[in-house]
T-cell receptor, first 110, second 113 residues
Framework: GENVEQHPSTLSVQEGDSAVIKCTYS??????FPWYKQELGKGPQLIID?????GEKKDQRIAVTLNKTAKHFSLHITETQPEDSAVYFC?????????FGKGTRLHILP | NAGVTQTPKFRVLKTGQSMTLLCAQD?????MYWYRQDPGMGLRLIHY???????AKGEVPDGYNVSRLKKQNFLLGLESAAPSQTSVYFC????????????FGPGTRLLVL
């Protein structure tokens, strides 16, 4: 079955700097790669996703890149702000269910 | 729209007791999921349903049962709770499976003593 590895587990960046979270997946048939953000005490919420026919997608300060050959994808957050502090999960899917990475706790330092 | 709601928000059980967690969605979604979230383990799929009257096992189904008698509801049951089932449980729904956005509920925190 699919296995998703996510790094780092914890990331601290200065406010205004960029943050990068990386994930790898094992199943070459996976074709959908969403990213979820979980704020304290809440359920995860989709922030951006990418499908296998696209190499990069951007939404304001957030971008995701996908390298199908290497089976890895990354989340990039630019100009980080205090409200970006949260836990971020990557995931991979090809059918009925999605497999999540273990999460990255992002701290934005003042 | 309320989205996905979960009942209860918090519960304390003694080992061996049983309980049912309720998930409800008002988005007319076909697929529903139950996950557990433990520190450092991410979100692990317990059971899921691809439509009313159907259920399927996920990664960690042992010790849990589910039912989907109505399209809008997905119940997760613990027949005999164990301390290892102490966790935060999240329900999610999606329009048509894993290739669509999953909408999560606020979670149920369960403590088994």
């Amino acid at each position: 079955g699919e296995n998703v590895e996510q790094h780092p587990s914890t990331l601290s960046v200065q406010e205004g700097d960029s943050a990068v979270i990386k994930c790898t997946y094992s199943d070459s048939a996976s074709n959908y790669f969403p990213w979820y953000k979980q704020e304290l005490g809440k359920g995860p919420q989709l922030i951006i996703d990418i499908r296998s026919n696209v190499g990069e997608k951007k939404d304001q300060r957030i971008a995701v890149t996908l390298n199908k050959t290497a089976k890895h994808f990354s989340l990039h957050i630019t100009e980080t702000q205090p409200e970006d502090s949260a836990v971020y999960f990557c995931a991979a899917s090809r059918d009925d269910k999605i497999i999540f990475g273990k999460g990255t706790r992002l701290h934005i330092l003042p | 729209n309320a989205g996905v709601t979960q009942t209860p928000k918090f519960r304390v059980l003694k080992t061996g007791q049983s309980m049912t967690l309720l998930c409800a969605q008002d988005m007319n979604h076909e697929y529903m999921y139950w996950y557990r979230q433990d520190p450092g383990m991410g979100l692990r799929l317990i059971h899921y349903s691809v439509g009313e009257g159907t259920t399927a096992k996920g990664e960690v189904p042992d010790g849990y049962n589910v039912s989907r008698l109505k399209k809008q509801n997905f119940l997760l049951g613990l027949e005999s709770a164990a301390p290892s089932q102490t966790s935060v449980y999240f329900c999610a729904s999606s329009r048509q499976g894993g290739l669509w956005t999953q909408y999560f509920g606020p979670g149920t925190r369960l403590l088994v003593l």
